[in-house]
């Protein structure tokens, strides 16, 4: 490795190639954590690859200190978001810089994260919690009505987010997205964020529907510096 090059752990159910080539540009060196399903990748970048069990998150913090043991890790890179909470839990094990847990844990929390924004008087749409699965509209007929958004406190990437126009359609809604939670059953290859579903104490809710433009906001963070990129969709 060069003077400027340092060593990233990398958690990630499905790094591209690409992930790989930015990260280790400078020659630094990557230790990646993959799951089980997951053959290993060749890259130049690549100091060590571990197999593990994705939804034993305390497995996979064992095996981040033994590669910290064997060679000092620089930084532990938040990419995928199943593992956001275990990154910032292994940083603070390694006593590395990054976000807090609970900070990480508001960001795969919708429900949490939804609550703190009302608090701070910040602009969000109706939201309840839905307790009947099998009585979806017990919960949210008399407060949102339809149209309804429904979602997994913790799904990624937008993944089945729902729009619900009745009760009918909110049923499926509701039964489809109770299907994706702690399903061992499924394969790796049928859906690769399976690891990530129902780590939060609660499961699903339902959000009013906002009608008008889409806004989505980066940011840059260096130090103290931060620099929002806002781009409309």
């Not at 009505?145 to 909110?170: C, F, H, T, W």
Request: aromatic content about 6%; hydrophobic content about 40%.
């Amino acid at each position: 490795m060069s003077t400027n090059s340092i060593h990233v752990l990398l958690i990630h159910a499905y790094p591209s190639l690409y992930l790989l080539d930015e990260l280790g540009k400078d020659g630094s060196a990557i230790s990646l954590i993959l799951p089980n399903e997951v053959r290993d990748i060749s890259h130049i970048a690549i100091k060590n690859i571990v197999h593990c069990d994705f939804s034993r998150s305390g497995l996979i913090l064992e095996h981040a200190i033994k590669i910290h043991e064997l060679e000092p890790i620089d930084s532990v890179v938040p990419i995928y978001e199943g593992a956001t909470v275990l990154c910032a839990k292994v940083a603070q094990c390694l006593s590395l810089s990054g976000m807090s847990i609970e900070t990480a844990m508001l960001g795969r929390d919708k429900l949490a994260a939804t609550r703190k924004w009302e608090q701070d008087k910040l602009p969000t749409p109706l939201t309840v919690v839905i307790k009947n699965i099998s009585s979806p509209w017990l919960d949210t007929e008399a407060s949102i009505g339809y149209p309804v958004i429904i979602k997994l406190v913790d799904s990624m990437n937008s993944q089945d987010v729902i729009k619900a126009n009745n009760r009918q359609e909110l049923n499926t809604a509701v039964t489809s997205l109770s299907k994706m939670i702690g399903n061992k059953e499924s394969s790796y290859s049928e859906d690769r964020n399976k690891f990530a579903y129902g780590q939060t104490p609660k499961v699903l809710i339902a959000q009013e529907f906002c009608s008008g433009e889409e806004v989505g906001v980066d940011t840059v963070s260096y130090t103290h510096l931060t620099l929002p990129t806002i781009y409309s969709v």
